[in-house]
Structure formats: structure tokens, C-alpha cells
């Protein structure tokens, strides 16, 4: 039975044993497309993150779609095209149920105007990563790359944790939401400004954020009070992120550690500028994008500097993502590049052995499922401490939303051993239903994108996206559930392109051969595309795990 859903009634929260397609695959993945309306942040609309990303391209889209993936039978093929269904084809039992290419438009013409005008026409829509790909788990998505983001600062620069340190952010979106909540099991004092007091709200609600502050005032005096008692806590803040990072570099506060997650990259349905309201904005937004794109470049220029500013002060200053230091170089920021972005900064070693962000979801609705695996990871990888130490605070810290999910970073092997114990665990009837299992678009072998995914590689190949299709092409030869290859629209577009997967662990043993062969090529590419860009960590993994690695 579907659950209700107090945030989004017209939008239950799937479960239960009963099956409305043929097969457990393709219920699955409904369950996965209407799971991802259900945490998203504006479903009606069917935008579930990143300003714009969406389930699906419009309402009777999304219908055929659902009617398809119910109707369809185990040895057809769905094709979807920028989240159009366009085709249903006979292929075979081991092909994937689902391909979809999703945004990618030809190199000349991949700018940001040209999209909205395509999208207006309804010949296209942007997936986000996880959107269009029907994998999005709510703010948990992103959540243990912030942790981890914040625990590499922690251990170069504070002596281990963020106890007693204080973090200034922005962005309290369908992403960026996991921040406070990744600031405090870090142990940090977090304050994020949004100029939405809904999302601010939306996030308390979820048990991602404790306070709201009435003015910038109160909320330095709860973080100031919080960093002095070394006590973990997280404030929200309602107000424009432009206005208030000056101001708070203005008064003299430097702030330990100063990021951003606001939709910097879309200046027209992402970021808001500073002295419009959120209706004037939406006003502005059909008829009036070169106004609305210039005052937001140019908000985006006065927070980038006071970014820069609390950086000569002494603030570790990173991107998170947002391409917000791109925004504001093309507003005449020429040193906006000296503010590091996360992955080179701090992830990259783990990203050369394919330790991303893995994933999995409870097709039944059930968070016991869920603890089940919690326990078998934990007997599975007690030596990895990434992996205990993200486990048990997960359990303690994050809440679910929707289907009940974890998000664990895992490399190569590693998520192939788990997948295929699961589908054991769901053959055997210990679990209450079938697992699916995906990751972010931002994982080893899955991204080009030059100005976040693989800014400065080491071999200089950061714009080439050789990688992310020919990934793509692996996970179809690779019996995958789900493929889809995606590139960026709104703010995004020319600027990325990625590829995601899906596969169900239904407790079969054509599942077993899906996911052995699926997960473990996907990481073996990421290992070697890292080892292609001549990262030392990749070829120690490829001789540990005998990866088929050809030299040249
Ligand atoms: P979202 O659109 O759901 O939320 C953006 C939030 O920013 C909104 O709540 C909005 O009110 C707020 N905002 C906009 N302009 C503001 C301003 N001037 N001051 C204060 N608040 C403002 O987007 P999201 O899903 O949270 O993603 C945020 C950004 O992070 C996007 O650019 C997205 O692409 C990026 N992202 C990065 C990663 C990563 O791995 N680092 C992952 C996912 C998303």
C-alpha cells in the first residue's frame, strides 16, 4: 500500500507487495519515478531539484510513461528522450528496461538561451542528475559528500572535527538541505541563508535544519553561543545570500569554513538577486530573463567577492558545486578561480578508486529493510571507516523521506559484494521486498563536467566526455535496469554531461548476473578513467582488483 504523504498529498509515498506492472523490474522502477515526485521539491510542476530538474517533461509524458512501465513486458526496451517516452522495443530478457538521453544538445548550440527556448517549445527538459533518472532520495542524496566534504577540512585545518568552528553557507533547496544537517554530525555551528522562508522551513520540518533565526542579529548570537560551548547546531537564516555575506565579512566575522549551494548556476529560474522578491522573480522569469539574468550575475559577482574576501581573511572557502564561481568570472571576477571547487580540493583521491556516492532504495516502503543492510554493511566492511563511521551516524542522524534509502560511498567490489548479498537477503524472504540499487551522477567514471566533476585533472582531459557515454554503453552491455545519459539545461547546459544506472535487486538469480556485471564494470571504468588521467591510487587499484585495464 502507498503511504501518505503529509508534504505532498497528491503524492503518496509508494510500498507494499502488491504489484501493478508485470514484473518486480518494472514496478520498480514506477516506484522509483513516483518516488522521486514525492520528495521533490515541486511536484505539481514535476521539478524535483536544481531549480529545474524534472521527473519528467510535462503531464501526459509522465502519464505514458507510468502506463508503459505497468504495460510492458520483461523483453522490451522504453526509450526516453529528454523525458518523453518515444518508444517501446522488442529487445531481450537481458536488456535494459529503460535508456534515456536526456538534455544533450549539440556542442554549438548547448548555451543556456537556447535551452529555455527549447523547453518552452516542449521539446525538451533537463533531469538534474537524479531527476530525470528517477533516483533522487531527497537532500540524503548529497548528504554524505558534504559530511565527508567538511570532514577532509576538518582534518587538514581543526584538528579532526568541526566542534567549535563555525560555517557559513547558503541554499537550503532540494540539495543544498542536506547542508545543515551534514554541518552538525560534523560537529560544526552551521548558519544557511535562504531567501525562501518555505524551503527554510520544508527543512526543519524534515529534521534536516533545528532553528530558523529571525535576523542575521540572533542567528550570530545562537552560532556564537554555539561555537563557545563547542555544541553542534544548525540555523537557518531567510534572506539573500548577497547582502548577507558582505555584510557578515563587513562586520569582521570570519567564519571557519564559507561555501554556497544556492541554484547559482541558472540565473534565471535558479539564483534570486538581491533587492527582487521571490515574486517579482517569478514575474520576470517568461518575459524577462535578460533582466533577470543580468541582476543575477550581478548579485552573484557581490557574493562571490565577500566569498573571496572571508578567504584572504582566513576562511577555508569552497564550490559546492553550483558553478557559482563560473557565474561570476563571466561578471568580471577574474580571481574567482582561487576559490577551490570540493572535488579536486578534497575528493579526488577517493573518486580515483571509484568510492562514490552508492545507493540503494526499499521498493517495499519499509525502513527495516533498511536498518537490515545498515547491519550487513557493517558485518560486511567492519575495516572501512569511512563506511562505519558514516553508518551509525546515518542511523542516528538522518531522517527518511520517501521510500526509506541509504546513501553510502563504496568503491569498486565493494558495492558489487553488497548489491549481490542483498539480492540474497531478498531471495530468502528476509528482506520485505526487492532493493534498487543506483548512485549519483557525480561518481568516477560517470561525469565530465570541467568546472566541478574534473576541473584541473591531472592529464589536463577535464572537458572530454568520452567517459560518461562510454559508460553508458558499458552499463547496456552490462544488463543494467536503467541507463541514461544526461547533459546539463538551464544554467547547466554546455557544461556537463554525466551518465546514471539502476538495477534491481529482486532476488532472482538474473538480478545476481545484472548486478555482478552492472556495478562492477561501472567502477572498473571509473578506475580507469582516473588511471587514463594518471592518478597513482588507480593503478594500485587495478593491480589489488585486477582490473582489466589495457596500457598504452
Ligand atoms: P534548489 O533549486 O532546490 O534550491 C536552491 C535554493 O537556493 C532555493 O532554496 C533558493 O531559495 C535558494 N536561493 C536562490 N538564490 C538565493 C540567494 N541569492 N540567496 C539565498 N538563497 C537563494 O537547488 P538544489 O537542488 O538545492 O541545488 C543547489 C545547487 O547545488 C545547484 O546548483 C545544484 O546543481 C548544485 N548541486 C551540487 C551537488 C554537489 O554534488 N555538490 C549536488 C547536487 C546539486
New binding site residues.
Partial sequence: MPKANPRHPNFPIPGGPELRAKGWRQEALLRLLENVLSVG?DPDNL???????KAARNWPAHRAIVKTLTEMDEDQTLIIQSGKPVGLLQTHAKAPLVIMANCNIVGQWAKAEVFYELQRKGLICWG??TAGAWQYIG?Q??IQ??YEIFMRIAERRFGGDLFGRFVLT?????????QPLAGRMAGAAILC????AE??KKRREIGYLQEIAPDLDAALAMIDAAVKEKRALSVGLV??????YPEIARRGIVPDVVTD??????LV??????GMS?DQVKSLRDDGQGQLMAA?RA??VE?VKAMLDLQKKGSEVFD?????RTQAREGGVANAFDIPI??EAYLRPLFARAIG?FRWMALSGEESDIARIDDLLLEMFPDNKIITNWIKLARQHIPFEGLPARIAWLGHGERTALARRVNELVASGELKGPIAFSR?H?DAGAMAHPN?MTERMKDGSDAIADWPLLDAMLLCSSMADLVVVHSGGG??AGYMTSCGVTVVADGTAEADERLDHALTNDTALGVIRYADAGYDESFEEIAAKGIGHVKV
Avoid: C, W
Avoid at 47 to 53: H, R
Avoid at 239 to 244: D, R, V
Avoid at 269 to 274: D, E, F, L, Q, W
Fill in positions: 521539491e521539478i524535483v531539484y536544481a531549480a529545474l530538474g538534474g542528475l537532500s542524496g548529497v559528500g558534504t547558503a541554499g537550503l533547496g532540494g540539495m543544498g538541505g542536506a541563508v535562504d531567501i525562501d524551503r527554510a534572506g539573500n545570500a548577497a547582502e548577507i549551494q544556492t541554484s547559482a548556476h541558472d529560474y535558479g539564483y534570486v538577486p538581491k521571490l543575477s548579485s552573484i557574493h559546492n558545486g553550483n558553478l557559482i570540493f572535488t556516492p549519483d557525480l566541478i544554467g547547466y
